[in-house]
């Protein structure tokens, strides 16, 4: 979460989410997130190594790919 917060205010072309949430995350960078197998330690592991390299690519790139 603290590294999402630092990437919208390091990349001010991003419109950060409403909230930090992992499945709000998810969602804005677009990777899969079943609410289903959230807090199986395994799936928030994966989903929280897609997010940052999604995350890492945003700063790289100065953006997600998300629409506002």
Not at 41 to 51: E, G
């Amino acid at each position: 979460m603290q590294r999402a917060i630092w990437l919208f205010h390091e990349v001010k072309s991003l419109t950060p989410p409403d909230d930090f949430k992992l499945p709000t995350l998810c969602q804005y960078f677009g990777i899969p997130f079943s609410p289903e197998s959230a807090h199986e330690a395994l799936f928030d592991v994966r989903a929280t190594v897609q997010l940052y390299r999604a995350m890492n690519q945003a700063r790289v790139s100065g953006n997600s790919g998300h629409e506002s």
